[in-house]
T-cell receptor
Framework: EAGVVQSPRYKIIEKKQPVAFWCNPI?????LYWYRQNLGQGPELLIR????????DSQLPKDRFSAERLKGVDSTLKIQPAELGDSAVYLC?????????????FGPGTRLTVL | AQSVTQLDSQVPVFEEAPVELRCNYS??????LFWYVQYPNQGLQLLLK??????LVKGINGFEAEFNKSQTSFHLRKPSVHISDTAEYFC???????????FGSGTKLNVKP
């Protein structure tokens, strides 16, 4: 069974440019998470979807970040415009549901460098 | 609010030696506790979790952790490490009634031959 797929794996852009990350969760997983992992730190939740509904986006900087999960499957995270401080690894994870027994499976991440 | 402290950013250890990675948390409510491992260029993988019951939890790859409520700790241990255990390890907490994980800053375990 394929795991969580993310693309691209690496992205280098100049500040003020837009960027988008794509995530394909494990088939059948209703819950999808986007995390940001800054260098030397643990992941921090940006947004959580249950099916196509964003149920927790309290940590998403809404002035420049947006996300969508059309049809409750794939998801896209966008930054426009990017700032130097957005350089980080963006992780996508999915789980069957939100119960405790439902393990989160993480993708390999997209490493963003903003110059 | 919850916070997770991993006291050691890096832990060097020789192969076949025991290791303990420390994790302390603070929370005003009861929490569930997790350890994840991240190998280079890979996503996080669940090692073990404490939900309830026995305070000693066994996970994959020979790792175990002990929940100590009085000390608000959840230290990860392995009696004999292998080169393949070289990775970064993250401790995380989740509140009883809220599906949000708070991760520590990670501990890089470097196993030397």
């Amino acid at each position: 069974e394929a795991g969580v797929v993310q693309s691209p794996r690496y992205k280098i852009i100049e500040k003020k440019q837009p960027v988008a990350f794509w995530c394909n969760p494990i088939s059948g997983h209703n819950t999808l998470y986007w995390y940001r992992q800054n260098l030397g730190q643990g992941p921090e939740l940006l947004i959580r979807y249950e099916n196509e509904e964003a149920v927790d986006d309290s940590q998403l900087p809404k002035d420049r970040f947006s996300a969508e999960r059309l049809k409750g499957v794939d998801s896209t995270l966008k930054i426009q415009p990017a700032e130097l401080g957005d350089s980080a690894v963006y992780l996508c994870a999915s789980s069957l549901d939100t119960s405790l027994v439902a393990e989160q499976f993480f993708g390999p991440g997209t490493r963003l460098t903003v110059l | 609010a919850q916070s997770v402290t991993q006291l050691d950013s890096q832990v060097p250890v020789f192969e076949e030696a025991p290791v303990e990675l420390r994790c302390n948390y603070s929370s005003s409510v009861s929490v569930y506790l997790f350890w994840y491992v991240q190998y280079p260029n890979q996503g996080l993988q669940l090692l073990l979790k404490y939900l309830s019951g026995s305070t000693l939890v066994k996970g994959i790859n020979g790792f175990e952790a002990e929940f100590n409520k009085s000390q608000t700790s959840f230290h990860l241990r392995k009696p004999s490490v292998h080169i393949s255990d070289t990775a970064e390890y993250f401790c995380a907490v989740r509140r009883y009634n809220f599906n949000k994980f708070y991760f520590g800053s990670g501990t890089k375990l470097n196993v030397k031959p």
